[in-house]
T-cell receptor, first 113, second 116 residues
Framework: LAKTTQPISMDSYEGQEVNITCSHN???????ITWYQQFPSQGPRFIIQ???TKVTNEVASLFIPADRKSSTLSLPRVSLSDTAVYYC??????????????FGKGTHLIIQP | GAGVSQTPSNKVTEKGKYVELRCDPI?????LYWYRQSLGQGPEFLIY????????DSGLPNDRFFAVRPEGSVSTLKIQRTERGDSAVYLC??????????????FGPGTRLTVL
């Protein structure tokens, strides 16, 4: 059973706010939600992480409802350079091993002029 | 500071040959991870080191794959008797493995392996 489900692809335009939602119905009590971004021919890059409510950094915001069965990555005022694949992961790598390291296929976000 | 580096960036080999892929993690990072990424797929976990020991190798597909990290820093992923299905980008990541950086990994650019 997949730990997370995300849309395969999304389109938007420069200057718009983009919200990518990830479903994780079986999230465990101690799991964290982590998002990565990957450009072609590069390794993934950590964007943001949260446990509950809202987290904001200089790049994005992460909204997590009280039941934690989903989360939404929000990218404000996107530009062409935000075109990339975005991955949602749940787990806790501090438990050791492969926990929290399942990437799935991600969401391919395409930003148009 | 320097990020995670991987060598070579590209490796072309023939079916049945042996290859070694190298990863230099960020200095001081105790955790090191290897992933494999095929076209159109997300990274697939292979093995995780905590210090010198392989803490979890459950992602290695079979016994042709092996990885070492003898001094707790540089790691080498070794593939014996390569097959065409081994062609992929092999990614390495490191992490300081602390509660302040939970789930935050720093990835290298990857090694593109092509088996002819």
């Amino acid at each position: 059973l997949a730990k997370t489900t995300q849309p395969i692809s999304m389109d938007s335009y420069e200057g718009q706010e983009v919200n990518i939602t990830c479903s994780h119905n079986n999230i465990a009590t101690n799991d964290y939600i982590t998002w990565y971004q990957q450009f072609p021919s590069q390794g993934p890059r950590f964007i943001i992480q949260g446990y509950k409510t809202k987290v904001t950094n200089e790049v994005a915001s992460l909204f997590i409802p009280a039941d934690r069965k989903s989360s939404t990555l929000s990218l404000p005022r996107v530009s062409l350079s935000d075109t990339a694949v975005y991955y949602c992961l749940v787990g806790d790598s501090l438990r050791g091993g492969a926990d929290g390291l399942t990437f799935g296929k991600g969401t391919h976000l395409i930003i148009q002029p | 500071g320097a990020g995670v580096s991987q060598t070579p960036s590209n490796k072309v080999t023939e079916k049945g040959k042996y290859v070694e892929l190298r990863c230099d993690p960020i200095s001081g990072h105790t955790a090191l991870y290897w992933y494999r990424q095929s076209l159109g797929q997300g990274p697939e976990f292979l093995i995780y080191f905590q210090g010198t020991g392989a803490a979890d190798d459950s992602g290695l597909p079979n016994d042709r794959f092996f990885a070492v990290r003898p001094e707790g820093s540089v790691s080498t992923l070794k593939i014996q008797r390569t097959e065409r299905g081994d062609s992929a980008v092999y990614l390495c990541a490191s992490s300081p493995w602390s509660s302040g950086s939970r789930n935050e990994q720093f990835f290298g650019p990857g090694t593109r392996l092509t088996v002819l």
